[in-house]
């Protein structure tokens, strides 16, 4: 098992971003950069962000905004995951996705993701969300349920 920390984020975006950045792009994902403009431009949007360390380097980070499109019930949406490609598969996008969640409790029910690949959906998947259709997300979960299935908080 990987040790690893999480650090919220409400200031700067850490120093060490643009490797994460460099990594994201290398792999041909965008949401990076994104993160990075959005982070700047609009910082208000995010409810929260969470950077991830691990042997002392920035691993992973992901945030979580309102839903971007109107929905009938207020609903959150976890956006702009991302887990350096050298360290996958050790647990480190569960924990950024159970802190997010944890920081959704109590606030909104449902939680929304829009996954970009297959890889993406296999891992909400695995976590609990559920795939949906004809909507702009993908995926969405119950949050007391998935938190009571998954013993979080």
């Known amino acids: 098992m990987t040790m690893i920390s999480l650090e919220r984020l409400d200031g700067n975006i850490p120093q060490a971003f643009p490797d994460l950045e460099a990594d994201a792009k290398a792999g041909g994902h965008a949401h990076m950069t994104r993160l ?10 995010f409810h ?16 979580i ?10 609903m959150w ?3 702009r995951l991302y887990v350096h490609q050298h360290y996958r598969r050790r647990g480190i996008a569960q924990a950024i996705a159970d ?8 606030k909104v029910s449902i939680v929304s993701v ?4 297959d ?8 976590i609990g969300f559920g795939r949906v259709e ?3 997300w993908s995926h969405e979960a119950g949050v007391s349920q998935l938190l009571s299935a998954r013993s979080i908080g």
Do not use: K, Q
């Not at 997010?100 to 109590?106: D, R």
């Open 36 to 45: 990075a403009a959005e982070f700047t431009g609009d910082r208000a949007m």
């Open 48 to 63: 929260a962000i969470f950077a991830c360390h691990s042997e002392g380097r920035l691993v992973g980070i992901g945030a």
């Open 65 to 74: 905004t309102d839903e971007p499109t109107p929905t009938l019930l207020p």
């Open 77 to 79: 949406r976890m956006r």
């Open 99 to 106: 802190a997010l969640l944890l920081e959704a409790a109590g």
């Open 114 to 117: 829009h996954a970009g690949n």
């Open 119 to 126: 890889g993406a959906a296999r891992f909400w998947e695995t």
């Open 134 to 136: 004809n909507r702009p």
